[in-house]
């Protein structure tokens, strides 16, 4: 018997082991991402390693929430504590958007200008919300 006949004898089986084993999962399902699989025991998560470089492959937050199995609110926060300790964690304007890392300083700096004009507009209304004074309503 030569080698391509030893091959060939039963190509089904190890196709059928695999699809019990999840290995046929479509595309939908699955992450292109660099790294699906936990961190390992007394390793801490990273957002930052679930992330591509540049706009164009931003990662949305639902996602994220799914790789990770934590409520979005928890993501935020540990995105907001990467951010303060120095990984440039940017987040797309698209309304498909999400995080990515930054690919060039232009995608950095712009960025940074959308955060600091949403901050100039919260600032906006919590100064309007004083203004507004106690006695308004009574």
Do not use: W
């Amino acid at each position: 018997m030569n080698d391509s006949t030893k091959k060939d004898t039963r190509p089904d089986v190890g196709a059928s082991e695999r699809a019990k084993m999840g290995a046929g999962l479509d595309s939908s399902t699955t992450s292109n991402h660099k790294s699906t699989t936990p961190a390992p025991v007394g390793q801490a998560v990273k957002i930052a390693d679930f992330l591509s470089k540049g706009e164009s492959h931003a990662v949305p937050l639902r996602h994220l929430r799914e790789l990770l199995h934590l409520p979005a609110r928890t993501v935020r926060l540990m995105i907001r504590a990467e951010r303060l300790a120095g990984t440039p964690i940017l987040e797309s304007s698209r309304a498909d958007g999400g995080y990515f890392m930054p690919e060039n300083d232009h995608e950095r700096d712009l960025c940074a200008r959308r955060l600091r004009h949403r901050a100039a507009q919260i600032i906006a209304v919590a100064d309007a919300i004083e203004r507004a004074g106690a006695d308004f309503g009574e």
